[in-house]
């Protein structure tokens, strides 16, 4: 039974850096896509960054702010979030791709069918 136990959420100011774990559990994530999703109220829920085998992708919202990256020693995925901007406040999940993910769909949530139970980041300006 696949597992995601999600941490290190919190409040940061614009400017600042969080970083968020997630612990793997039941999955082969070195093989599959992996990665962290988020939603605020009332939109829908956007991918963030996923690892898929050897590649990355992100939002270009996040590309070159944010920044996955995983410890298979411990079986736990990080997503790196630096320069953080107010617009990043949400609920961040982090999620397991239970179907093949084609090209292209890597940040979309329709793959992943595992979710942990969220994390909220707040940033304030």
């Known amino acids: 039974q696949v597992q995601l136990v999600e941490s290190g959420g919190g409040s940061a100011q614009a400017g600042g850096s969080l970083r968020l774990s997630c612990v793997v559990s039941?999955?082969?994530?070195?093989?599959?896509?992996m990665g962290w999703f988020r939603q605020v109220p009332g939109k829908e829920r956007e991918g963030v960054a996923t690892?898929?085998?050897?590649?990355?992708y992100y939002a270009d919202v996040v590309r070159g702010r944010f920044t996955i990256f995983q410890d298979n020693a411990s079986h736990t995925l990080y997503l790196q979030m630096t320069s953080l901007k107010p617009e990043d406040t949400a609920e961040y999940y982090c999620?397991?791709?239970?179907?093949?993910?084609?090209?292209?769909?890597?940040?979309?949530?329709?793959?992943?069918?595992?979710w942990g139970q969220g994390t909220q980041v707040s940033v304030s300006s």
């Open positions: 999620a397991a791709a239970t179907r093949p993910v084609p090209r292209g769909g890597a940040l979309s949530p329709r793959y992943f069918g595992v």
């Open positions: 690892r898929c085998g050897g590649f990355t």
């Open positions: 039941g999955y082969t994530y070195s093989t599959n896509c």
